[in-house]
């Protein structure tokens, strides 16, 4: 079984910063996408950004410029630096990986795997 365990959001003032990590456990894992989700108040859970292992990142317009995703293969996590945030930022941020569980050396079937979801607040 793997978990993906997220840090805490937080509040942050409009035009500040917040950054948020997710790392991977249990089960030796294989990752191949990771990246991050988020569900604003009342709307459906849309893309944040998302970095595959060979570094191609994808970011959705609405972020394209003040959010930076990064990830450590070597500890399965991944990063999302949010800066000058918005009260539109404002939402539930659930961190996504794609990968395969790997038993006796072999990775199995590609998988989606999600976070618990972790709340950031935008708000002066």
């Known amino acids: 079984q793997v978990h993906l365990v997220e840090s805490e959001g937080g509040l942050a003032q409009p035009g500040g910063s917040l950054r948020l990590s997710c790392a991977a456990s249990?089960?030796?894992?294989?990752?191949?996408?990771m990246g991050w989700y988020r569900q604003p108040p009342g709307k459906q859970r849309e893309l944040v950004a998302t970095?595959?292992?060979?570094?191609?990142?994808n970011y959705a317009v609405a972020v394209k410029g003040r959010f930076a995703i990064s990830r450590d293969d070597n500890k399965n996590t991944v990063y999302l630096q949010m800066n000058n945030l918005q009260p539109e930022d404002t939402a539930v941020y659930y961190c996504?990986?794609?990968?395969?569980?790997?038993?006796?050396?072999?990775?199995?079937?590609?998988?989606?795997?999600w976070g618990q979801g972790t709340q950031v607040t935008v708000s002066s």
């Open positions: 249990g089960s030796p894992f294989s990752t191949y996408v």
């Open positions: 996504y990986a794609e990968g395969s569980v790997v038993r006796g050396g072999i990775a199995g079937t590609p998988e989606d795997f």
């Open positions: 970095q595959s292992t060979s570094g191609t990142t």
